[in-house]
Protein backbone atom coordinates (compact mmCIF):
# COMPACT_ATOMS: atom_id res chain seq x y z
CA UNK A 1 0.00 0.00 0.00
CA UNK A 2 1.25 3.66 -0.66
CA UNK A 3 1.75 5.30 1.99
CA UNK A 4 1.32 9.31 2.38
CA UNK A 5 5.29 9.85 2.37
CA UNK A 6 5.59 7.94 -0.74
CA UNK A 7 2.58 9.80 -2.46
CA UNK A 8 4.18 13.03 -1.62
CA UNK A 9 7.39 11.59 -2.97
CA UNK A 10 5.24 11.06 -5.86
CA UNK A 11 3.68 14.45 -6.16
CA UNK A 12 7.04 15.92 -5.56
CA UNK A 13 8.39 13.78 -8.49
CA UNK A 14 6.00 14.66 -11.07
CA UNK A 15 5.43 18.72 -9.87
CA UNK A 16 9.31 18.88 -10.49
CA UNK A 17 9.16 17.16 -14.30
CA UNK A 18 6.75 20.15 -14.91
CA UNK A 19 8.88 22.97 -13.36
CA UNK A 20 11.72 21.65 -15.48
CA UNK A 21 14.01 23.90 -17.96
CA UNK A 22 13.43 23.00 -22.07
CA UNK A 23 15.28 19.81 -23.36
CA UNK A 24 16.00 18.49 -27.10
CA UNK A 25 16.19 15.51 -28.49
CA UNK A 26 19.91 15.82 -28.88
CA UNK A 27 20.96 16.77 -24.88
CA UNK A 28 24.35 16.14 -25.43
CA UNK A 29 24.24 19.49 -28.02
CA UNK A 30 24.98 23.33 -26.42
CA UNK A 31 21.72 23.87 -25.82
CA UNK A 32 19.93 25.67 -22.40
CA UNK A 33 17.93 22.32 -22.17
CA UNK A 34 18.97 18.91 -20.24
CA UNK A 35 20.97 16.45 -20.84
CA UNK A 36 20.01 13.11 -22.05
CA UNK A 37 21.31 11.50 -18.82
CA UNK A 38 19.07 14.13 -16.99
CA UNK A 39 15.92 12.93 -19.09
CA UNK A 40 16.57 9.22 -18.41
CA UNK A 41 16.80 10.26 -14.52
CA UNK A 42 13.33 11.96 -14.49
CA UNK A 43 11.98 9.19 -16.53
CA UNK A 44 13.30 6.22 -14.19
CA UNK A 45 12.46 8.40 -11.43
CA UNK A 46 9.10 8.84 -12.43
CA UNK A 47 8.22 5.32 -13.81
CA UNK A 48 9.71 3.25 -10.84
CA UNK A 49 7.62 5.65 -8.57
CA UNK A 50 3.94 5.10 -10.81
CA UNK A 51 4.71 1.16 -10.54
CA UNK A 52 3.83 0.70 -6.70
CA UNK A 53 0.76 3.22 -6.96
CA UNK A 54 -0.49 1.65 -9.79
CA UNK A 55 -0.38 -1.23 -7.96
CA UNK A 56 -1.99 -0.58 -4.98
CA UNK A 57 -4.16 1.91 -6.17
CA UNK A 58 -5.79 1.24 -9.73
CA UNK A 59 -4.51 -3.13 -10.55
CA UNK A 60 -6.81 -5.48 -10.13
CA UNK A 61 -7.76 -8.67 -11.95
CA UNK A 62 -9.90 -6.63 -14.88
CA UNK A 63 -7.02 -3.81 -15.47
CA UNK A 64 -6.42 -3.10 -18.88
CA UNK A 65 -2.99 -2.67 -18.47
CA UNK A 66 -0.55 -4.69 -16.09
CA UNK A 67 1.69 -2.65 -13.51
CA UNK A 68 4.65 -3.66 -15.37
CA UNK A 69 3.25 -2.32 -18.71
CA UNK A 70 2.02 0.59 -16.94
CA UNK A 71 5.51 1.43 -15.66
CA UNK A 72 7.08 0.75 -18.54
CA UNK A 73 4.78 3.03 -21.05
CA UNK A 74 5.28 5.74 -18.29
CA UNK A 75 8.67 5.43 -18.63
CA UNK A 76 8.59 6.20 -22.88
CA UNK A 77 5.96 8.37 -22.23
CA UNK A 78 7.71 10.64 -19.90
CA UNK A 79 11.25 10.37 -22.53
CA UNK A 80 8.84 11.27 -25.09
CA UNK A 81 7.17 13.93 -23.93
CA UNK A 82 10.70 15.77 -22.02
CA UNK A 83 12.08 15.51 -25.39
CA UNK A 84 9.33 16.90 -27.35
CA UNK A 85 9.24 20.25 -25.63
CA UNK A 86 11.25 21.72 -28.77
CA UNK A 87 9.78 18.84 -30.93
CA UNK A 88 5.97 18.42 -31.71
CA UNK A 89 6.18 14.99 -33.35
CA UNK A 90 7.99 13.39 -30.09
CA UNK A 91 5.59 15.66 -27.83
CA UNK A 92 2.80 14.30 -29.49
CA UNK A 93 4.01 10.48 -29.05
CA UNK A 94 4.66 11.22 -25.44
CA UNK A 95 1.31 12.44 -24.63
CA UNK A 96 -0.51 9.88 -26.49
CA UNK A 97 1.09 7.18 -24.31
CA UNK A 98 0.35 9.23 -21.01
CA UNK A 99 -3.17 10.24 -22.25
CA UNK A 100 -4.15 6.28 -23.11
CA UNK A 101 -2.98 5.22 -19.47
CA UNK A 102 -5.10 8.22 -17.90
CA UNK A 103 -8.02 7.53 -19.89
CA UNK A 104 -7.41 3.30 -18.64
CA UNK A 105 -7.66 4.41 -15.06
CA UNK A 106 -9.66 6.90 -15.22
CA UNK A 107 -12.77 5.54 -16.89
CA UNK A 108 -14.52 2.29 -16.98
CA UNK A 109 -13.15 0.20 -19.28
CA UNK A 110 -15.46 -3.12 -21.13
CA UNK A 111 -13.58 -6.13 -22.84
CA UNK A 112 -14.23 -3.62 -25.67
CA UNK A 113 -12.94 -0.80 -24.46
CA UNK A 114 -9.80 -2.73 -23.13
CA UNK A 115 -9.29 -3.96 -26.44
CA UNK A 116 -8.95 -0.72 -27.90
CA UNK A 117 -7.11 0.54 -25.33
CA UNK A 118 -4.53 -1.97 -25.89
CA UNK A 119 -4.19 -1.36 -29.69
CA UNK A 120 -4.23 2.12 -29.16
CA UNK A 121 -1.14 1.64 -26.63
CA UNK A 122 0.58 -0.53 -28.83
CA UNK A 123 0.29 0.88 -32.39
CA UNK A 124 1.53 4.56 -30.91
CA UNK A 125 4.43 2.33 -29.33
CA UNK A 126 5.27 0.68 -32.97
CA UNK A 127 4.95 3.95 -34.35
CA UNK A 128 7.41 5.58 -32.09
CA UNK A 129 9.57 2.84 -32.06
CA UNK A 130 9.47 2.73 -36.34
CA UNK A 131 9.85 6.21 -36.07
CA UNK A 132 13.53 6.47 -34.50
CA UNK A 133 14.83 3.99 -36.70
CA UNK A 134 13.48 6.11 -39.87
CA UNK A 135 14.77 9.33 -38.38
CA UNK A 136 18.32 8.33 -37.07
CA UNK A 137 19.76 6.87 -40.56
CA UNK A 138 23.21 7.04 -39.01
CA UNK A 139 23.99 3.32 -37.46
CA UNK A 140 26.84 4.84 -35.74
CA UNK A 141 24.75 7.57 -33.98
CA UNK A 142 22.00 4.94 -33.17
CA UNK A 143 24.49 2.40 -31.83
CA UNK A 144 25.99 5.42 -28.89
CA UNK A 145 22.31 7.09 -27.76
CA UNK A 146 22.19 5.49 -25.09
CA UNK A 147 18.71 7.32 -24.07
CA UNK A 148 17.39 6.36 -27.73
CA UNK A 149 18.24 2.93 -26.66
CA UNK A 150 16.84 2.51 -23.19
CA UNK A 151 13.81 4.03 -24.49
CA UNK A 152 13.77 1.38 -27.59
CA UNK A 153 14.41 -1.14 -25.03
CA UNK A 154 11.12 -0.19 -23.00
CA UNK A 155 9.07 -0.15 -25.38
CA UNK A 156 9.98 -3.32 -26.54
CA UNK A 157 9.00 -4.73 -22.81
CA UNK A 158 5.73 -2.75 -23.59
CA UNK A 159 4.62 -4.23 -26.34
CA UNK A 160 5.55 -7.91 -25.40
CA UNK A 161 3.49 -7.29 -22.12
CA UNK A 162 0.77 -6.33 -24.12
CA UNK A 163 0.79 -9.48 -26.04
CA UNK A 164 1.22 -11.56 -23.48
CA UNK A 165 -1.82 -9.98 -21.50
CA UNK A 166 -4.04 -10.27 -24.45
CA UNK A 167 -2.86 -13.66 -24.90
CA UNK A 168 -3.12 -14.61 -21.45
CA UNK A 169 -7.02 -13.44 -21.18
CA UNK A 170 -7.96 -14.85 -24.40
CA UNK A 171 -6.77 -18.14 -23.33
CA UNK A 172 -8.67 -18.25 -19.83
CA UNK A 173 -12.07 -16.48 -22.05
CA UNK A 174 -11.26 -20.21 -24.63
CA UNK A 175 -11.14 -21.77 -21.37
CA UNK A 176 -14.09 -20.72 -19.48
CA UNK A 177 -16.35 -21.13 -22.75
CA UNK A 178 -14.92 -24.99 -23.28
CA UNK A 179 -16.19 -25.36 -19.29
Do not use: C
Amino acid sequence: MLGLRQARVLVMATSLVFLLPFVSAHGDEASSGLANYQVLGIAMATAVLAFPLFASKFYTDNSVFTPAVFSFAVFTGMVHVLLGINDRILLIGGVSVLAILFLSISSWMDQKKTKISRLALGGVTITMFIGYFVSNHDLHYVLEDYLGITTKLSEIALLTGIYKTQVTQNKEKSEDVSA
